[in-house]
């Protein structure tokens, strides 16, 4: 599902983000990916949705090489891959309904379809009572379950999420995580970078650590490893 050889990554600024990173991961998996602040981790996960690209090395993602993918197929690959982010990033102008339902317009998803697919995914991020509330008028937890449910409604075969806890207090972060485990038990491969030892050594899954942008751990019921 991602095959990654050989990757490095140099920015335009000289920085080198990855450093003969390989990684592999099956359709299914829940993986958390871990390792100190600057350790490659979000480059890593830009690598795969292919925000940024490889200096060196393959990367191949639903049977997709990336190296030599045309510009025009990148939406394609793009709508195979959900992506959550710490800050929410939802469109402070649009309800919850309207923040879900345009990730759908935008793939120009037939508009018979739209109402029940954004209304079956906000039950399943148990959030369909508040189809009608604008972001600033939910709480940091209920606004993350929005940006989950505008990141899986068009049912990607991956989901990414970079640190998705990382903004939210340890009671709204549990509920975050079953919901990210319920979507992965219903197959979606789930890739999840964070800095939470009490999440990864609770919720045991697999753990690659990531250290000056290479795989230094990868372990199938790992820990986080680090203090802190
Ligand atoms: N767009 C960019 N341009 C230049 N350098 C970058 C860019 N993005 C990241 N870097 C650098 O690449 C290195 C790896 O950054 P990256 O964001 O992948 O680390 P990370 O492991 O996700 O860190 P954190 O845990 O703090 O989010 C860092 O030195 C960072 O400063």
């Known amino acids: 599902m991602i095959d990654m050889k050989g990757v490095y990554k140099t920015y335009p600024n000289g920085v080198t983000a990855l450093n003969g990173l390989d990684v592999a ?3 299914g998996e829940f993986v958390y990916i871990v390792g100190p602040s600057g350790a490659g981790k979000s480059t890593f996960t830009k690598l795969i949705y292919r925000e940024e690209k490889p200096t060196k090395g ?7 090489d990336l190296a030599t993918i045309k510009e025009r197929m990148v939406p394609k690959l793009r709508r195979q891959i959900g992506v959550v982010y710490q800050d929410f990033r939802l469109l402070p102008t649009l309800t919850v309904y309207e923040n ?4 759908l317009e935008v793939i120009e998803e037939d508009p018979k379809n739209i109402r029940r697919r954004v209304m079956d995914v906000l039950d399943q991020v148990r959030l369909k009572n508040k189809a009608r509330f604008l972001p600033d008028e939910l ?3 209920e606004q993350q379950r929005v940006s989950i449910a505008r990141a899986i409604v068009n049912h990607p075969k991956i989901l990414i999420a970079d640190e998705p806890t990382g903004n939210l207090d340890p009671d709204t972060s549990w509920e975050i995580m079953h919901i990210l485990e319920e979507i992965n038990e219903l197959g979606t491969t789930v890739l999840m970078a964070t ?8 919720i045991r899954k697999r753990v690659i650590a990531i250290e000056d942008g290479m795989v230094v751990r990868d372990e199938s019921r790992g820990e986080y490893g680090y203090e802190h």
Do not use: K, L, M, P
């Not at 879900?100 to 990730?103: G, P, T």
């Open 58 to 64: 393959t990367v191949n993602v639903v049977d997709t």
């Open 139 to 141: 709480s940091g937890g």
């Open 195 to 202: 800095h939470s030892q009490e999440i990864v050594n609770t």
């Open 25 to 27: 991961i099956n359709q």
């Open 100 to 103: 879900v339902a345009f990730a």
